[in-house]
């Protein structure tokens, strides 16, 4: 008599927190970088406003003074 083994299918609790933990790190790696792009932005966009007015005030001297 010959007994069959039955495969199982599925996964298991190791693969998933696997698979989870894999996806958690690359989250955070994105939002890490969002974020020093965001910073970056933000200073780029300071130091033009702050050259624009310094631009004006260069041109508000020259004609009024």
Known sequence: M???KQS???VTILEILLVLSIGV???MM???????LSVDN???Q???N????L?????????NC
């Open 55 to 63: 631009q004006g005030m260069a041109a508000f001297y020259y004609v």
């Open 30 to 36: 994105s939002i890490r970088q969002y974020q020093a």
């Open 46 to 48: 300071l130091k033009a």
């Open 8 to 10: 199982q299918r599925g």
């Open 25 to 27: 790190i690359l989250i």
């Open 2 to 4: 010959r007994v069959k």
């Open 42 to 44: 933000n200073i780029r």
């Open 50 to 53: 702050v050259n624009t007015i």
